[in-house]
Nanobody
């Protein structure tokens, strides 16, 4: 059984930082690209960042480049953890953040490509 579980969301003031975590259970995830998407109220889900299965390559949306950092830990054979370090947060970053996984390499930046999704974690940035 494969499962993605996000954590780390919360309320933070503008300019602050949060670190999101996504734990992926199942041996296949160590060979899958992982990504973060977000969805604000009334808007479509959008790409935030992605990382290749090895962790060697990372990709970012222009809106978060230079502020967010994606990383991963494949150390455990049956569990992979992906992180999203979010710095200099803005009210426009407020959204539900979702973790996703896919075998495509390099990873895609569109929603329909991803087969596995977490339940999401809320990030709220106050002004």
């Amino acid at each position: 059984q494969v499962q993605l579980v996000e954590s780390g969301g919360g309320l933070v003031q503008a300019g602050g930082s949060l670190r999101l975590s996504c734990t992926a259970s199942g041996s296949s995830f160590s060979s899958m690209a992982m990504a973060w998407f977000r969805q604000a109220p009334g808007k479509e889900r959008e790409f935030v960042a992605a990382i290749s299965w090895s962790g060697s390559n990372t990709y970012y949306a222009d809106s978060v480049k230079g502020r967010f950092i994606i990383s991963r830990d494949n150390a455990k054979n049956t569990m992979t953890t992906v992180y999203l370090q979010m710095n200099s947060l803005k009210p426009g970053d407020t959204a539900v953040y979702y973790c996703a996984a896919d075998f495509r390499d390099p990873p895609a930046d569109w929603v329909s490509e991803y087969d596995y999704w977490g339940q999401g974690t809320q990030v709220t940035v106050s002004s």
